[in-house]
């Protein structure tokens, strides 16, 4: 294992409500790459999403995880978050009552990423205008009446003032019109860095052609059956994923990567 690796899974187990999900996760996100994990529906992804981080439902059974060198399997969830580790949710919350400025402040805070009041706001604006978002989002409550699109670029904004080391996007894509998919993608470009890895969760290789992912993982069943490069999700848009799951379900397989 390269001593850059950030991310390192290895035969994850998990199991949620008592049924096992995670059947053996192998996957390793590099340092500054952009790595894709697609997979059928309720193959597992969100799940693993939630294991990494720390959620208390998600009972690991075996196999580690380590992020950095650091074991992440006795962390609770916040101590994960403050290694730099953070989850963009599928189905984000709202939270009436807590404004997105505060919100965000507060989530800073909690990074022991405090700023002065003027210099937030400041950087707060410049970043919302990067994104498009408009100013009036800051004084409303978080994700409360926020359309579908709205809470994903949310979500990005909140990636890009936090800049965590390690970011999983579980479908940050889903449910957004192609300019804020643009958006989105432009986001996370603008974010990403030498020392930040970055997950994406993703049914669509739409986004994946805007993030140029270094890599792109196939889980099916509690696994990662295939591993490759940007083609293999070209390859799921086009044919689906039987052609693929039926080569290399059971054992993982690496392909050609760019
Ligand atoms: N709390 C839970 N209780 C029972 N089963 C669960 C629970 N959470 C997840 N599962 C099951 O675990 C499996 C994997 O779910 P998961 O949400 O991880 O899939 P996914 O790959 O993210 O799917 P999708 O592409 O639809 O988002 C599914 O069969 C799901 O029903
Ligand atoms: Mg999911």
């Known amino acids: 294992m390269s001593d850059s690796a950030r991310l390192v899974v290895e035969g994850l187990r998990a199991r949620v409500e008592g049924k096992e999900i995670l059947n053996g996760v192998d996957l390793v996100v590099p340092t500054g790459e952009v790595h894709a994990l697609m997979g059928p529906n309720g193959s597992g992804k969100s799940t693993l999403a939630y294991t990494l981080l720390g959620h208390p439902n998600y009972e690991v ?19 994960r978050a403050r290694l730099g580790m953070f989850l963009c949710f599928q189905y984000p919350t709202s939270i009436p009552g807590v404004s997105v400025v505060n919100f ?5 805070k909690a990074q022991g990423k405090e700023m002065p009041a003027r210099e937030f706001l400041r950087t707060l604006s410049a970043v919302m205008g990067e994104l498009k978002i408009d100013e009036s989002f ?8 926020f359309s579908g699109g709205e809470k994903k670029r949310m979500e990005i904004l909140q990636l890009a003032l936090l800049r965590p080391r390690l970011a999983v996007l579980d479908e940050t894509d889903s449910g957004l019109d192609v300019d804020a998919l643009r958006t989105v993608a432009e986001g996370v470009d603008r974010v990403r860095g030498t020392d930040m890895g970055v997950l994406v969760i993703t049914h669509y290789p739409r986004i994946l052609e805007y993030l140029r992912p270094d890599a792109v993982h196939v889980l099916h069943r509690g696994r990662v059956v295939v591993s490759g490069g940007h083609d293999l999700a070209r390859r799921i848009e086009a044919d689906g994923y039987d052609p693929i799951l039926g080569a290399g379900a059971g054992t993982a397989a690496r392909e050609g990567n760019p």
Not at 61 to 79: K, Q, R, V
Not at 104 to 108: N, Q
Not at 139 to 145: A, E, K, L, T, V
């Open 61 to 79: 059974t075996g196999g580690s995880a380590s992020f950095d060198g650091t074991d992440l399997l006795p962390l609770a969830a916040d101590e």
């Open 104 to 108: 965000l402040r507060a989530a800073l």
């Open 138 to 145: 800051r004084s409303r409550y978080i994700n409360d009446g």
